[in-house]
């Protein structure tokens, strides 16, 4: 079993219920186990369009899935949950990234493992901290030096009263 974190967002339609959707679909999926939920952050879009704000939590499973099958079973989550891929970075109903895979690095063309942009994005790093605070990228680098690298962060707040259940 290898110990993997997905990253959860959703601004379209009801935002907290997609999510939950997506971590019991997890949870239910053979050969993972859903080990850890993130507090949910309501956090401002990235990306330049106009739209409304997402909810964003990170989920820590335990699987015996290749990374390949991950995105599968993340792709087939996101399909469930309506998930429309109009425009890079546009609103969507739901969206999960592989944000770590054990101590594992994939650079494929359609799977990169760390994810690529998570060291620049507070609304990823400030839920996989909640989850691993004493983390780190397969190259060393702690989670918490990657969010300290990006200053301030504004746009990132707990969204009060939401909780995701394993």
Sequence with gaps: ????????????????????RAVAML????????????????????????????????VRVE??????????LATEIERDG????????????LDLDILLFGSREVEEPDL???HPRMADRAF???PLLDLAPGGALPDGRPLAGLLAALGPVSGVAEAGGMELVR
């Design 1 to 20: 079993m290898t110990e993997a974190y997905l990253g959860l967002g959703s601004n379209l339609g009801n935002r907290l219920a997609f999510l939950q």
């Design 27 to 58: 949870d239910d999926a053979a050969g993972v186990l859903v080990t850890g939920v993130s507090r949910v952050y309501e956090t401002d879009p990235v990306g330049g369009t106009e739209q409304p704000r997402f909810l964003n939590a990170v």
């Design 63 to 72: 699987t015996s899935l290749t990374p390949r099958g991950l995105l599968d």
């Design 82 to 93: 309506s998930r429309v891929r109009a425009e890079r970075w546009g609103p969507r109903t």
């Design 112 to 114: 990169v493992i760390p």
């Design 124 to 126: 990823v790093l400030i």
